[in-house]
């Protein structure tokens, strides 16, 4: 222990040693290095104190060099000035123009020193120089070119050709001021010969104009072309010179004489101005068109909100020329839209003629029925005008033409489909009295309007008329289904494309679906009528089931003759239907829809009329109504003969309607076929078998057992106080032996043998 004592003593030692012996080499360190900051400032001098001639000499040096410069470029200014005064004096322009453009580099060397009065002196003689050069050009050009003197020699040709060098080195405004001159002296004998009280200045002779253009064109080129820069683009700028004139000119004669103006006119004039202005556009690219003085961007109603620059013109617009000059005629599409609009009234009341006259078609046919050539017509004329029109203009005469389309949409329909449907009775459909479309106040009233067809139809019914309509009528209806369908796909074509055409701002105003509407509601009304109709021919086969004794049949037999009957009526029929409708598959289904739809209730309802009813008898009804289930599902197929097979299946959605309608009806007979004691299985079994179960439909059934009112009390009122919830859930689980429902196995085993016999007999 004393050792250790002893070595942790001897430690404690060396460790104060240690840490004596790092202070002191730190101390040494720090000494070190303010030695080395000391010895670094002493160089920085030197080196200061070296390179202090060094720096002065390379300022002289700079000063030297700037003074030369400057003395060079004073040289250069002096001479230069003379030289051009004396260059300008001889109008010797070639050299002048190089000798300018340097006068001009030096100047801005000088441009610190505008305060001695030397150099300012200098300045303002260059400024002088090039004033006198700006005006002594414009001289020298008006004498050249104007009047006896245009005939000029080639070496005044060269004369000017070498000034408009002088004048590109000069400011910009000396050079707009010499174009627009000569750009004027160009235009002048046109604004002369097309004055407004001139005879050619009217709308029939405007070829004129442009052949005058063109002409000019080409002499400008030959003899005045070499003069001017290529790139002033002095062609370009005299075309849209005379393109602003000419619009100037017709919008002034137009207001003026607009009552002169008729369609072909307009039209005329349009036409070959569009086709000056694409010429023109493949001829120039544009590049000058907003640099010009005389160009406004807001005239042209083509041109892109963005801004337009030289650089990016020709990729906003390949025809940068497109309504310059035919903008003017917009405000006068009135005349055009007018002229449409007589058009296509003539229009439909030819097609209203036409399908008067119509030969009729042959209901043996298997082709199918085609759309109506007059609303091809139609629509190729709509074509027509929409193609015309755009290439007018895409603003509200656009906008108009789309709403002249709806209106006759709206005139067809009515006066061509709807007013020669087929006859009702004894009356034609075209003697009902629909409202005028003009008349009409919204499309609401139109829609109204193809209802009353249906309203009427039904009308005639419950006056017990006999209504039927021919095989011919039948394939007219189905003819102006079609056409119908034809309507509206193209109408809804018809809308998109004219979105497209119209211009942004107004193609939220393009809205076709109100007529779009009316096209449906016509379908559906077509429909209607042959739902109809196939009904009727139903109703004498339901009304001869009523009629049979129901009571007093002793065996199950064939199916009984209405069956026969109601087959019949409909292989007479839909197998038409389906032939006219063969374009239009989907609407031959609505229509087989409609029809079970229709039918099977009123099946049912005939069946509450079949009483009394036997065990035997409600037998016979229920293997007929199974024989009138297997041919309603498949309905759509149904060949004229029973030879022929189908070649389809029936849609699933038709095939589910009529099994939850014919399953019904069989539900039906099967409880009248049960027993009637005791009363609580009887409900039982009713509540069981039948979906939806009410007082009311228990009270016929129990009519068609032969139950008086008085004996269905007892009935009714153990129906109102079951718990039907409670029912089902006892009726769902597995009965116990002896209760009330395995009482009625014999029932449920003799209806079994009933479907056996069904089935092997079909």
Known sequence: TR???????????????????????????????????????????????????????????????????????????????????????????????????????????????QNIPQIK????????????????????????????????????????????????????????????????????????????????????????????????????????????????EMSERIAAEFCRVTRTDLSR????????????????????????????????TGRTLNLSSNYDPANNPFEESAPVTSANYQNITSQPFKGIISQCFEQYLYIYIDAQDRNLSELIDRFVEDVKKQPAVDPKSEAGTSVLSSCGDLFVFYKKCLVQCAELSTGQPLLSLANLFKKYLREYMHRVILANLPKIGGRAANSIQFPVVSQLKDLKDISQATTGLIQNFSSLLKEGETVRFSEQDQVTICTFLVTAEYCLDTAQQLQEKLKQKVDSEYAEEINL???????????????????????????????????????????????????????????????????????????????????????????????????PLSTVGAEQLLLDTHSLKTVLMDLPNICETAALKPSRKAPAAFTKVVVKGMTRAEMILKVVMSHADPPAVFIEQYIRLVQDPDTVELGKLLEMKGF???????????????????????????????????????????????????????
């Not at 003379?82 to 260059?87: C, G, S, Y």
């Not at 004055?195 to 030959?222: C, G, M, P």
């Open 3 to 113: 050792d250790m004592v002893r070595s942790q003593v001897a430690v404690g030692g060396d460790a104060a040693a240690a840490l004596e012996e790092a202070q002191k080499a730190i101390l040494q360190l720090f000494s070190q290095i303010r030695d080395i900051k000391n010895k670094a400032g002493e160089s920085e001098t030197m080196v200061k104190e070296i390179t202090r001639d060094i720096k002065q000499l390379d300022t002289a040096k700079r000063n030297l060099t700037t003074a030369i410069t400057t003395l060079n470029h004073l040289h250069m200014l002096v001479g230069g000035t003379a030289t051009l005064a004396t260059l300008t004096a001889k109008r010797q322009y070639g050299e002048a123009a190089l000798l300018l453009q340097g006068l001009l580099e030096v100047l801005n060397h000088f441009s610190a020193y």
């Open 253 to 284: 004669i137009l207001q003026r004489r607009n009552r002169e103006v008729d369609t072909k006119l307009l039209l005329h004039s349009i036409q070959k101005t569009v086709a000056f202005e694409s010429l023109l556009s493949r001829r120039f």
């Open 513 to 611: 679906s109100g007529e779009l509407d009316m096209f449906h509601s016509t379908i559906s009304n077509c429909l209607s009528l042959l739902v109809q109709e196939l009904d009727i021919a139903c109703d004498a086969s339901l009304i001869s089931m009523t009629k049979i004794t129901w009571s007093q049949i002793q065996q199950v037999g064939d199916q009984s003759m209405y069956v026969s009957q109601l087959v019949s009526s409909w292989r007479g029929m839909v197998p038409r239907v389906r032939d006219c409708l063969s374009a239009s598959r989907k609407y031959f289904t609505q229509f087989c829809v409609k029809f079970v739809s229709s039918f099977i209730p009123k099946f049912i309802s005939m069946l509450y009329k079949c009483k």
């Open 121 to 232: 002196e200098l300045s303002d003689q260059v400024e002088c120089l090039k004033k006198e050069l700006g005006e002594q050009i414009r001289q020298d050009f008006e004498t050249a070119l104007s009047g006896d003197n245009s005939s000029r020699s080639v070496g005044s040709s060269q004369q000017l050709a070498e000034a408009c060098l002088v004048v590109s080195v000069l400011e910009p405004r000396v050079k707009r001021s010499l174009i627009s001159w000569f750009i004027q002296l160009q235009i002048k004998e046109y604004t002369i010969m097309f004055q407004d009280n001139e005879e050619q200045a009217w709308l029939d002779k405007i070829e004129r104009r442009f052949n005058w253009f063109k002409k000019s064109l080409i002499e400008f080129e030959e003899r005045h072309g070499p003069i001017f820069p290529p790139d002033w």
């Open 708 to 762: 008086r009112r008085t004996d269905q009390a007892i009935y009714l009122q153990l129906f109102k106080e079951a718990d039907k919830e409670e029912l089902l859930e006892e009726t769902s689980s597995q009965p116990a032996q002896g209760s009330p429902i395995s009482q009625s196995s014999a029932e449920q085993t003799r209806v079994k043998k009933l479907e056996k016999l069904i089935k092997k007999r079909l």
